[in-house]
């Protein structure tokens, strides 16, 4: 079974920063898109940012740009989602996943147990 396994989240007030961090397997990793989703009460799941772990290559949520980064570590099978100038309307669940297509979220196979970012006012 695949494992996805988020750590990072937590509680901080507007203009804070969070780092999250998913490490899987290296079958997993290697050569796929792997991306963080986000799922607020009452509101679908929506992809935050996206990474091809082959190239590197990135894409991003409008609502997120300029101020969340995706980044990978090769060593450690691990991909990173930077948080800096957090908004209350980011608070929600986030989750990891891994063998799908840059934002789309249906397209998703694999899934972590999501870890909670809080944003307080």
């Known amino acids: 079974q695949v494992q996805l396994v988020e750590s990072g989240g937590g509680s901080v007030q507007a203009g804070g920063s969070l780092r999250l961090s998913c490490e899987t397997s290296?079958?997993?990793?290697?050569?796929?898109?792997m991306g963080w989703f986000r799922q607020a009460p009452g509101k679908e799941r929506e992809g935050v940012a996206a990474?091809?772990?082959?190239?590197?290559?990135?894409v991003y949520a409008d609502s997120v740009k300029g101020r969340f980064t995706i980044s990978q570590d090769n060593a450690k099978n691990t991909v990173y989602l930077q948080m800096t100038s957090l908004k209350p309307e980011d608070t929600a669940m986030y989750y990891c996943?891994?063998?799908?297509?840059?934002?789309?979220?249906?397209?998703?196979?694999?899934w972590g147990q999501g870890t909670q970012v809080t944003v307080s006012s």
């Open positions: 290296g079958y997993i990793y290697s050569r796929n898109w």
């Open positions: 996943a891994a063998g799908g297509v840059g934002l789309a979220t249906r397209v998703y196979k694999n």
């Open positions: 990474i091809y772990t082959g190239s590197g290559s990135t």
